[in-house]
């Protein structure tokens, strides 16, 4: 499949799951009038991303993965779901995200995928969230990491934003301002010393987001899901991937155009200063009705 199918298969995925029922059959029809192959992808990729939701309520409280118990879903994206899991072998409870999708991908982008996964895990860095294990189970590609239990930073957006009822006229008002706005600056400076590191080692975020920076027990920032991520070539430029995907409010306009072969380290510098903007204005720079539209 080629970039610009992909992009669009992507982008029409993307826009889908925001729906549910009759309006997202609608959209998708809406979507690709005229490409049944297109459609029929587009509806893989969605009941390949519903059944991998449904994973607990098929066995109840608990379900077996491999070497894993399944406890509970935690976090759900457009591309996969993380689950809080139990890895059997060493008594651990981990977080287990299964990539969903998979159906759509050639045996090479599996592959891939698989040495770019395996690659990351073999980072380390305090505020990167180490990944343990890259593996696939009845055909469910996955990887295991350090479950973060504080929450995402877009959960707590309002920790780290300005409040709605500081009033910076007043001493009062404009310390709570600074407070707030020094811990964003530390926030983003650690995030961004530890993407540094990562493209010192030749790895690309990709989809950098405040869903993808979780927040510590001790309050330190901790990116994670660079199970999507690409490896740079030598010269800086980005491998082809699995997919050309990222999330539209925070992509970088090379990367919007869906060419993976432009992509530099600068599409990460971009998305950092996207979430930088979302938390001193509390609103996204771009933002339409819909995926597709931002």
Known sequence: MNPQR????????????????????????????DDDEMRREVEALLASHQHAGHFMEAAGLARRFGDYELIEEIAR???????????????????????????????????????????????????????????????????SMRLIDGGSLEQRMSDFTLPEDADVADRRGRGIARERQSRIARLIATVARAVHYAHQRGILH????????????????????????????AEGQATQSIAVLGTPSYMAPEQAAGDGRRLTTAADVFSL??????????????QGATPVET
Request: hydrophobic share 45%; no cysteine.
């Open 77 to 143: 994206g457009g591309m996969g779901v993380v689950f809080r899991a139990r890895q059997l072998a060493l008594g651990r409870i981990v977080a287990l995200k299964t990539i969903v999708g998979g159906a759509l991908a050639s045996s090479e982008q599996v592959a891939r995928f698989r040495s770019e996964a395996e690659a990351v895990a073999h980072l380390e860095h305090p505020n990167i969230v180490p990944i343990y294990e890259v593996n696939v189970h009845e055909g469910q590609h996955y990887f």
């Open 6 to 33: 992909w992009q669009r298969l992507a982008d029409i995925f993307l826009g889908a799951i925001e729906l549910e029922g009759s309006e997202r059959a609608t959209f998708v029809r809406s979507a690709v009038p």
């Open 206 to 233: 990709r989809d950098l987001k405040p869903a993808n920076i979780l927040i510590g027990a001790n309050g330190e920032p901790q990116v994670t899901d660079f199970g999507i991520a690409k490896l740079l070539a």
């Open 273 to 286: 200063g996207a979430v930088l903007y979302h938390l001193l204005t509390k609103r996204r720079p771009f």
